[in-house]
C-alpha cells in the first residue's frame, strides 16, 4: 500500500512540474491581471488538490508529451479567457 501511495504522491508532483508550472508562466506573462498569476500560492494549492482529485486521469496526459503540449496550451487558454473570445468572433 505504501508503494501506491508514493507512486500516487510522485505523479502528483511530477505533474505539478510538468503541467502547472509552465501553464503558470505562460499564464504570469501572457495576462498578469489573472487570477491565477496575482495569487501564486492560492493558485497552486487549488491546482495541486485538482490533480490530486484527478491524477488517473492526468496520468494519460504524463505518458506521453504531446498530450502534455495540447494540455498546457488549453488550460491556458482556458485560464486566460481566449476561448470564449474565440467563439465570440466565430458565432455569426
Given at each position: ?10 505523479g ?5 512540474f510538468?503541467?502547472?508550472?509552465p501553464?503558470?508562466?505562460i499564464?504570469k ?5 489573472n ?5 501564486p500560492?492560492?493558485s497552486?494549492?487549488v491546482v ?10 492526468m496520468?494519460?496526459?504524463?505518458l506521453f ?5 495540447t494540455?498546457i496550451?488549453?488550460?491556458?487558454r482556458?485560464a486566460t ?5 474565440s467563439k ?5
Amino acid at each position: 500500500m505504501e508503494y501506491i501511495i508514493a507512486f500516487y504522491i510522485a505523479g502528483v508532483l511530477l505533474a505539478m512540474f510538468k503541467l502547472w508550472l509552465p501553464s503558470y508562466k505562460i499564464i504570469k506573462l501572457v495576462s498578469p491581471n489573472n487570477p491565477l498569476a496575482r495569487a501564486p500560492i492560492g493558485s497552486t494549492l487549488v491546482v495541486f488538490i485538482l490533480f490530486t482529485l484527478f491524477f488517473p486521469i492526468m496520468f494519460w496526459v504524463l505518458l506521453f508529451d504531446e498530450k502534455a503540449i495540447t494540455f498546457i496550451e488549453h488550460f491556458v487558454r482556458g485560464a486566460t479567457g481566449e476561448d470564449e473570445k474565440s467563439k465570440k468572433n466565430n458565432e455569426f
